[in-house]
């Protein structure tokens, strides 16, 4: 047979393939932002999305002739230098127009190659593009390779002239190895690829680039435009610790050379911008179309033609979605074309637009003031993770006495135990009935500096009571501000406790207002931007570095990086930058990176999954006997129970994964890559915290496995988790204030006289202003949205062809499986009324980590990546 096979070859029969692509005019959002017409930007990629469909055909003839060659490479046979013997050029042959496994807007082609049996086996090719424009390469199939049947090349990349590059774009075939067990013929292409992909460091990257490199955050600012957009740089200081994000090279600013100047393109690898969108949800084209064009016409025409700068009454916010905002047809036309914004804001006729109706509103409206509800979305809210058990009474402050003076609590036994049912502070702490929301000691140091803006705000502790019947009560609010005379005299702090009706029960809910507008912007600044986006980047930085794409750890955490760089960078230019969206909308204003760096001081990458987040604060115990070893003792918390059996699912598929391909500790400590990869991330990626003594050594199947699992949790769940249920509970500002403007009424004052008098219109002059609002709202609900291609957990862009080895597929499928019988698990939670906190007075059952969802705003699914 053998011999049969090879005359075969002799004779000069060639090996088929095909051979699937996308075309750029079918992807590139670039090119529709960039379009100018007489209707704006938003008119121009309207009419760029419509020449798209009539121009699929004509340009796919293109590829064909000698546009783009192909060159197999040898995975068992050296040319006599070590590196594996390339074969003969070839080309693109036919269109292939029934290809039953094409994907939406791909494009098959036929090609073969010559290949003799004296050249063994590819293991990977070279690919040329001899066109002026590049394309997005999905894959290559060989088919009926003698002594191995079908081989796959699974690319999922952009491909720009070859007179672009510095070396030659290599791919390689789905099979997954080790290092050590690398094929020697392919040795050398490994190195050569990763060596490609960490460049050297210097220069401006350029569009087509795949370098991988980090920075410091020195591009929030814009000191050559105005003094008052400098922003310190954030990473690379003790005083001022921070991630790195991805390199640019963009030249420095005039006024502060150590400061990057920003544009409006910000670089990228080029694989890891969007290019899998449809165009009738480009989620961030939309998102960078929402700040820079949308936003600006809609507080111009609430405040100038309008003249409605706030709300009336609360009657008036619930009109966003009744009635919607009267707005003059010429901005209406420039917005309504789009599919997505017309969804999103629901445009009605020629007049009125009006935003979705929040979740937490939609059965009853007035059950966000309930103090019960007020409790419940600490465990089951859009930041459940933040609550710790109260151990110590009253509570202190970590902060140095000798600069901010005595923070311990001002809260007494006298406020908490009238509405503990006579239990007392020492039996409820004994029997962990005591719990606190803190947002104290991150806030006092910065408090002094918000409230000479036009922002004023108070350090808050809220102390809540674990009923008998499972929910927690909240007791006591302090409220605390810098004491006139200067820091060391310590804060000036007043108590308030639930008040059932009159003035009272008035300033309870302006207290409460105070504990959520803090939490709000705790929960975007550290609970969403730091630990999750931000923390992510070193790790997709130091993957694509140092771990080849057939390494076993780039497969497993390669759908867990999706779109979290681009996501990043658009952050970086219009979200978290000087005076964008974060810093105008929420109180920590210009302070919020550099507060969220104060806290990124304490960040400990392995107390981030999620048994050990319960455990450090004290919501759980350890106990061998309960399901993954630990035991809530807040038992009815959403969050944390359904967490626990997604943490369970993922950290069993990566148990299974690891041991498949490392069969001992010593192969961890032997395996080149990782070892790089891992010493980089914590000396570069997460460089000013590496003198730490809990980062894992990656010496052990046991830390990788953990390292692993840890990352999988923040990039999938957890981020899900903080994300979106953003515009379901946010959206209706009543209920997540995101600034506060005014101090709490004092007695004589005709504030205080608002309080019995008109009260909505005090509470309303408190909180977000309007045009805070509409800003709020139009960007939390773009990103609680799923996009329609939405790669959930359990599944992979690749399907089954993301590896070639068998085992580790039907593991996976196993998990997606396991998830399949979790989600209805979660269901039957929410469908048992005795779990009092599933659903809450606003009968929003807490459905945020059941793993699949539809497209749009859902209130659920946990996509694999941040990819929002």
């Known amino acids: 047979m053998a011999s049969l096979v090879k005359g075969i070859f002799n004779r000069g029969e060639k090996l088929k393939g095909t051979v699937v692509l996308m075309q750029k005019n079918v992807l590139d959002i670039n090119a529709l932002t960039a379009v100018q017409s007489p209707g704006g930007i938003i008119g121009g990629a309207i009419g760029a999305i419509g020449d798209i469909a009539g121009s699929l055909l004509d340009t796919a003839t293109s590829f064909l002739g000698r546009s783009i060659a192909f060159k197999l490479i040898s995975a068992t046979t050296d040319d006599g230098t070590g590196k594996g013997k390339v074969g003969k050029q070839t080309f693109l042959e036919g269109l292939l127009t029934?290809?039953?496994?094409?994907?939406?807007?791909?494009?098959?082609?036929?090609?073969?190659?010559?290949?003799?049996?004296?050249?063994?086996?590819?293991?990977?090719?070279?690919?040329?593009?001899?066109?002026?424009?590049?394309?997005?390469?999905?894959?290559?199939?060989?088919?009926?390779?003698?002594?191995?049947?079908?081989?796959?090349?699974?690319?999922?990349?952009?491909?720009?002239?070859?007179?672009?590059?510095?070396?030659?774009?290599?791919?390689?075939?789905?099979?997954?190895?080790?290092?050590?067990?690398?094929?020697?013929?392919?040795?050398?292409?490994?190195?050569?690829?990763?060596?490609?992909?960490?460049?050297?460091?210097?220069?401006?990257?350029?569009?087509?680039?795949?370098?991988?490199?980090?920075?410091?955050?020195?591009?929030?600012?814009?000191?050559?435009?105005?003094?008052?957009?400098?922003?310190?740089?954030?990473?690379?200081?003790?005083?001022?610790?921070?991630?790195?994000?991805?390199?640019?090279?963009?030249?420095?600013?005039?006024?502060?050379?150590?400061?990057?100047?920003?544009?409006?393109?910000?670089?990228?690898?080029?694989?890891?911008?969007?290019?899998?969108?449809?165009?009738?949800?480009?989620?961030?084209?939309?998102?960078?179309?929402?700040?820079?064009?949308?936003?600006?016409?809609?507080?111009?025409?609430?405040?100038?033609?309008?003249?409605?700068?706030?709300?009336?009454?609360?009657?008036?916010?619930?009109?966003?979605?009744?009635?919607?905002?009267?707005?003059?047809?010429?901005?209406?036309?420039?917005?309504?074309?789009?599919?997505?914004?017309?969804?999103?804001?629901?445009?009605?006729?020629?007049?009125?637009?009006?935003?979705?109706?929040?979740?937490?509103?939609?059965?009853?409206?007035?059950?966000?003031?309930?103090?019960?509800?007020?409790?419940?979305?600490?465990?089951?809210?859009?930041?459940?993770?933040?609550?710790?058990?109260?151990?110590?009474?009253?509570?202190?402050?970590?902060?140095?006495?000798?600069?901010?003076?005595?923070?311990?609590?001002?809260?007494?036994?006298?406020?908490?135990?009238?509405?503990?049912?006579?239990?007392?502070?020492?039996?409820?702490?004994?029997?962990?009935?005591?719990?606190?929301?803190?947002?104290?000691?991150?806030?006092?140091?910065?408090?002094?500096?918000?409230?000479?803006?036009?922002?004023?705000?108070?350090?808050?502790?809220?102390?809540?009571?674990?009923?008998?019947?499972?929910?927690?009560?909240?007791?006591?609010?302090?409220?605390?501000?810098?004491?006139?005379?200067?820091?060391?005299?310590?804060?000036?702090?007043?108590?308030?406790?639930?008040?059932?009706?009159?003035?009272?029960?008035?300033?309870?809910?302006?207290?409460?207002?105070?504990?959520?507008?803090?939490?709000?912007?705790?929960?975007?600044?550290?609970?969403?931007?730091?630990?999750?986006?931000?923390?992510?980047?070193?790790?997709?930085?130091?993957?694509?570095?140092?771990?080849?794409?057939?390494?076993?750890?780039?497969?497993?955490?390669?759908?867990?990086?999706?779109?979290?760089?681009?996501?990043?960078?658009?952050?970086?230019?219009?979200?978290?930058?000087?005076?964008?969206?974060?810093?105008?909308?929420?109180?920590?204003?210009?302070?919020?990176?550099?507060?969220?760096?104060?806290?990124?001081?304490?960040?400990?990458?392995?107390?981030?999954?999620l048994p050990y987040d319960l455990l450090k604060r004290g919501v759980a115990v350890e106990d061998p006997s309960s399901p993954y070893g630990i035991r809530l003792l807040i038992e009815d918390y959403p969050y944390a129970s359904d967490g626990l059996e997604i943490w369970a699912a993922i950290k069993s598929w990566v148990e299974e994964y690891v041991n498949f391909y490392y069969k001992s500790d010593d192969a961890i400590a032997q395996d080149s890559e990782l070892q790089a990869f891992w010493k980089e991330l914590v000396e570069v990626g997460h460089g000013d915290l590496k003198n730490a003594t809990w980062w894992f050594k990656m010496q052990t199947r046991k830390e990788l496995i953990e390292a692993c699992t840890i990352l999988i949790w923040i990039a999938s769940a957890l981020h899900a988790a903080v994300n979106f249920g953003q515009y379901p509970y946010g959206g209706y500002i009543l209920n997540r204030p995101t600034k506060s403007r005014r101090f709490m009424p004092e007695k004589g004052s005709p504030e205080y006289d608002d309080l019995s008098d008109d009260f909505q219109k005090l509470y309303l002059r408190t909180i977000t202003p309007k045009n805070d609002t509409l800003t709020d709202l139009t960007i939390i609900e773009i990103l609680s949205r799923h996009a329609s291609d939405e790669q959930y957990l359990g599944q992979r862009i690749e399907g089954d062809l993301w590896t070639s080895d068998s085992q580790p597929v039907e593991a996976y499928k196993r998990f997606g499986k396991k998830l399949v019988e979790i989600e209805q698990k979660l269901t039957e939670r929410n469908n048992d009324k005795t779990l009092k906190n599933r659903s809450g007075p606003v009968k929003m059952p807490y459905t945020l980590l059941y793993p699949s969802s539809e497209e749009g705003l859902t209130f659920r699914g946990i996509p694999n990546s941040i990819s929002i």
């Not at 202190?396 to 036994?413: V, W």
């Not at 500096?449 to 019947?469: E, G, M, S, V």
């Not at 009159?502 to 609970?527: F, P, R, T």
């Open 98 to 609: 029934s290809l039953p496994t094409l994907g939406d807007k791909q494009t098959a082609f036929s090609i073969h190659f010559e290949w003799d049996s004296d050249m063994g086996i590819p293991g990977a090719f070279y690919i040329d593009n001899f066109m002026q424009g590049e394309f997005f390469l999905v894959s290559l199939t060989l088919e009926n390779v003698p002594n191995h049947e079908t081989i796959n090349f699974v690319c999922n990349s952009w491909v720009y002239n070859s007179k672009k590059y510095k070396t030659g774009r290599i791919f390689f075939a789905n099979k997954t190895y080790l290092p050590s067990e690398t094929p020697a013929p392919l040795v050398y292409y490994r190195k050569e690829e990763l060596k490609t992909l960490r460049g050297d460091g210097t220069g401006e990257r350029k569009e087509w680039e795949r370098i991988y490199d980090y920075d410091v955050y020195n591009d929030l600012g814009e000191p050559d435009k105005k003094s008052t957009l400098a922003r310190p740089i954030l990473g690379g200081s003790s005083t001022l610790p921070y991630p790195r994000r991805g390199r640019t090279g963009r030249k420095p600013t005039n006024k502060d050379p150590k400061s990057e100047s920003r544009s409006d393109v910000v670089y990228l690898p080029r694989d890891e911008s969007f290019g899998h969108l449809k165009s009738s949800d480009f989620l961030v084209y939309i998102l960078k179309s929402a700040s820079q064009n949308i936003i600006p016409r809609l507080r111009s025409v609430v405040t100038l033609q309008l003249n409605e700068p706030e709300f009336k009454d609360f009657d008036d916010v619930t009109s966003l979605y009744d009635g919607g905002i009267k707005l003059p047809t010429n901005i209406l036309s420039e917005i309504s074309p789009i599919p997505l914004f017309t969804e999103l804001f629901r445009s009605d006729g020629e007049s009125a637009l009006k935003f979705p109706p929040p979740k937490v509103v939609q059965v009853d409206d007035l059950a966000w003031m309930n103090d019960s509800e007020f409790a419940r979305e600490m465990i089951a809210g859009v930041n459940p993770h933040i609550i710790k058990i109260l151990k110590e009474f009253p509570p202190k402050s970590k902060l140095d006495s000798q600069i901010y003076g005595d923070n311990t609590s001002t809260i007494t036994k006298k406020h908490l135990e009238p509405n503990m049912n006579g239990v007392t502070v020492e039996q409820a702490i004994q029997n962990n009935r005591l719990y606190i929301l803190d947002h104290h000691d991150p806030l006092f140091p910065y408090l002094r500096k918000i409230n000479a803006t036009d922002t004023k705000a108070y350090a808050t502790r809220t102390i809540l009571f674990l009923q008998d019947d499972g929910t927690l009560n909240p007791l006591a609010i302090e409220l605390s501000r810098p004491h006139p005379q200067g820091d060391s005299f310590g804060p000036v702090s007043n108590v308030y406790m639930s008040g059932i009706e009159g003035v009272e029960a008035a300033m309870w809910i302006l207290c409460k207002a105070y504990v959520v507008v803090n939490d709000s912007c705790y929960h975007q600044l550290v609970s969403h931007w730091l630990n999750t986006h931000a923390v992510v980047e070193p790790f997709i930085i130091a993957t694509n570095r140092h771990l080849s794409v057939v390494h076993p750890i780039h497969k497993l955490l390669l759908p867990h990086y999706r779109d979290t760089m681009n996501i990043n960078a658009l952050a970086r230019n219009v979200l978290v930058n000087a005076e964008g969206i974060i810093e105008s909308t929420f109180l920590w204003g210009e302070y919020a990176l550099e507060m969220s760096s104060a806290v990124y001081k304490d960040w400990v990458f392995t107390e981030q999954g």
